[in-house]
């Protein structure tokens, strides 16, 4: 037997999830597990690592924890403990994450990410915000462990999954994408119950692209709620808001289905509809007459959305998408344009045709 597959052997003795990051859906994430595995999270806060294991609660979110969850700080230990890892950070912190765990990770480790948000690979931000950018430059998540690791077995976790309400016990639904039917059977495996239902999907970039622009449409959502403006109009930007999102996805070389499922549509609708969600909640305070930067200083959690609608923006440029909303936000968030002026020209713009994607 040789050293790899010794090592495969001890990691099958195990029964044992990790969830790499601490936040509010890494959190809801691990509860989730707990209800049919043990599990390891990490954390780089040693306070939190000690809160988490001696009082089994979260300190920040003040959430009860499954005492089957244990917390740590090392990436070795829960790279050598854990062969299956749901690794849920920021989208602008997760390839310096990857770099931390890549010496202890190996191909027969499976990584299903919960990450909604883009990777801008060898740019940086005052770049980003010159449009210096190009597809080649842009990285799903799935992209970035495949060029930071040796995994292979890679899927992400997609769908409506608003943390405080899985938090709460509430029920609800993902997907999983990925190109290997074995992380799909292990992510239901550890994941499915009377709580939580699990679809599968070969389409993980579709399932990626949907999880991440759908924040840009909640934000937007969130100014109308803001400015007390009613469903109909909502419903009109979720509905076009959707058409840019399959633009994108059609631009990046995926199909409109990914959208319309429960990935693109029923996670647009969850996000774009409740105060529940950072996207929304941002939107919603904007269109009250809050600054972005204020809004920004004050929130506990980042809000994906804002820093995904400068990378929309700029790749749309670069790609010359025809996506107005996309547009019209970036100027009210990142530029400080008049958000009435932007609803009133979204209003007369000339949609000529309804569905065109089909």
Not at 20 to 29: D, Q
Not at 55 to 81: C, G, M, N, W, Y
Not at 284 to 296: F, Q, V
Request: glycine content about 10%; aromatic content about 8%.
């Amino acid at each position: 037997m040789t050293k790899e597959d010794s090592e495969m052997s001890n990691f099958n003795q195990h029964n044992i999830a990790g969830v790499i990051g601490s936040g509010s859906f890494g959190t809801a994430v691990a509860n989730l597990l707990a209800i049919n595995t043990d599990v390891l999270i990490f954390s780089r806060r040693e306070q939190m690592v000690e809160t988490i294991n001696k009082e089994h609660r979260h300190p920040t979110f003040k959430v009860p924890l499954s005492e089957r969850i244990r917390a740590t700080s090392d990436p070795q230990e829960i790279a050598e403990t854990c062969s299956l890892l749901f690794p849920i950070v920021t989208s602008e912190g997760f390839r310096p994450m990857m770099q931390t765990f890549s010496p202890f990770l190996r191909p027969y480790h499976i990584m299903i990410h919960g990450t909604k948000g883009f990777d801008i690979k060898n740019l940086t931000e005052q770049e980003l915000h010159e449009g210096k950018i190009t597809r080649q430059g842009v990285r799903t998540m799935s992209e970035v462990i495949k060029e930071e690791s040796v995994v292979v077995r890679i899927g992400c976790l997609s769908g409506p999954n608003l943390a405080s309400e899985i938090m709460a016990g509430q029920p609800t639904a993902t997907v999983i994408g990925s190109k290997f039917d074995e992380v799909v059977s292990a992510g239901k495996k550890v994941l499915s119950s009377r709580y939580f239902q699990v679809f599968g999907t070969y389409e993980i970039l579709g399932a990626e692209l949907a999880g991440a622009l759908k924040n840009t449409i909640a934000i937007g959502s969130g100014i109308l709620g803001g400015l007390g403006l009613g469903k109909n109009l909502q419903a009109l930007l979720i509905n076009r808001g959707l058409m840019e999102m399959i633009y994108f996805g059609k631009a990046l070389g995926t199909s409109p289905k990914p959208f319309v499922g429960t990935a693109g549509i029923g996670d647009l609708i969850c996000t774009a509809t409740s105060m529940s969600s950072r996207n929304y909640t941002f939107g919603h305070r904007l269109g009250k007459g809050e600054k972005t930067a204020d809004i920004l200083a004050s929130m506990p959690e980042v809000a994906e959305g804002v820093r995904t609608l400068k990378i929309a923006k700029h790749l749309a440029d670069h790609l010359k998408l025809h996506v107005p909303i996309t547009q019209m936000l970036y100027r009210a968030v990142h530029e400080g344009y008049d958000i009435n002026q932007a609803i009133e020209y979204l209003m007369r713009y000339a949609y000529y045709v309804d569905v065109d994607f089909i």
